[in-house]
C-alpha cells in the first residue's frame, strides 16, 4: 500500500537556523498538509496546499514558515528561523480529496537547541 | 469552526476486557469523523471513518464507533483488547463540504492512551 515519507525523522538544529523538514506524498493525492504535535499536546494543523499554491493555513502558520511543492513529488515545509517553541513532531498528510482520508507520514521530530 | 474533546488521557484496561474511547465534538456545518491511532515512534494510522450512512462504522483491528448525531458523540469501542492495542487514539473531525473555504483540514481531540494489561 502507497506511504507518504518525511525525510529526516529526526531534525536537531540550533536556534535561530533555518530547516527544511521533506515529504513525498502518496502519487495520486492532490491536497497536501502540515501538522505539528508539541510534546504533550493536540495535533495541529499548519496549512492545506493545493493546485500548487496554500489553500488555507492556521494562525500558527506565520512569516517564518513556507511550503512548496518543488517537483512533481516532494513537499516541503521551510522554517525560516527556528525558535525554541518550534520543537515538535511534524506531519505530513494527503489525500485525493472529496470524502477521502488523509494518510498521515510518520512523522519528523525536529528538536531546537 | 469545528473542535474536539476526547474525554479521558487515558484508559487503563485489561487484555480481552472491552473498552471505550470516548470522542465529542462541535460544529456549526456537517462533518466527517475519525480515529487515528498512533503507536510509539510512528505516524497516525486511520482506523474507521464515518461519511455518511450507517451510524456504526467498523474499522481495523476489531475496532468500531458509533456516530451520535443527536449528542455530537463518535465514541470508539472494542470487545476485546489485545496487549498490541496498546497505543494512544486520536478522534478528529473535519468539514463535510470541503470545496467551500474549507480545504479538508483535520481538528483532532487531545488523545486518549490506551494502556492494555496483561
Known amino acids: 500500500e502507497p506511504e507518504v515519507t518525511q525525510t529526516p525523522s529526526h531534525q536537531v538544529t540550533q536556534m535561530g537556523q533555518e530547516v527544511i523538514l521533506r515529504c513525498v506524498p502518496i502519487s495520486n493525492h492532490l491536497y497536501f498538509y502540515w501538522y505539528r504535535q508539541i510534546l504533550g499536546q493536540k495535533v495541529e494543523f499548519l496549512v492545506s496546499f493545493y493546485n500548487n499554491e496554500i489553500s488555507e493555513k492556521s494562525e500558527i502558520f506565520d512569516d517564518q514558515f513556507s511550503v512548496e511543492r518543488p517537483d512533481g513529488s516532494n513537499f516541503t515545509l521551510k522554517i525560516r528561523s527556528t525558535k525554541l517553541e518550534d520543537s515538535a513532531m511534524y506531519f505530513c498528510a494527503s489525500t485525493r480529496g472529496g470524502s477521502q482520508p488523509q494518510h498521515f507520514g510518520d512523522g519528523t521530530r525536529l528538536s531546537i537547541l | 469552526a469545528q473542535s474536539v474533546t476526547q474525554l479521558d488521557s487515558q484508559v487503563p484496561v485489561f487484555e480481552e476486557a472491552p473498552v471505550e474511547l470516548r470522542c465529542n465534538y462541535s460544529?456549526?456545518?456537517?462533518?466527517?469523523l475519525f480515529w487515528y491511532v498512533q503507536y510509539p515512534n510512528q505516524g497516525l494510522q486511520l482506523l474507521l471513518k464515518?461519511?455518511?450512512?450507517?451510524?456504526l462504522v467498523k474499522g481495523i483491528n476489531g475496532f468500531e464507533a458509533e456516530f451520535n448525531k443527536s449528542q455530537t458523540s463518535f465514541h470508539l469501542r472494542k470487545p476485546s483488547v489485545h496487549i498490541s492495542d496498546t497505543a494512544e487514539y486520536f478522534c478528529?473531525?473535519?468539514?463535510?463540504?470541503?470545496?467551500?473555504?474549507?480545504?479538508?483540514?483535520?481538528?483532532f481531540g487531545q488523545g486518549t492512551i490506551l494502556t492494555v494489561h496483561p
Open positions: 464515518y461519511l455518511s450512512g450507517s451510524t
Open positions: 460544529s456549526s456545518v456537517s462533518v466527517y
Open positions: 478528529a473531525v473535519r468539514g463535510a463540504n470541503a470545496g467551500g473555504t474549507s480545504y479538508g483540514k483535520l481538528t
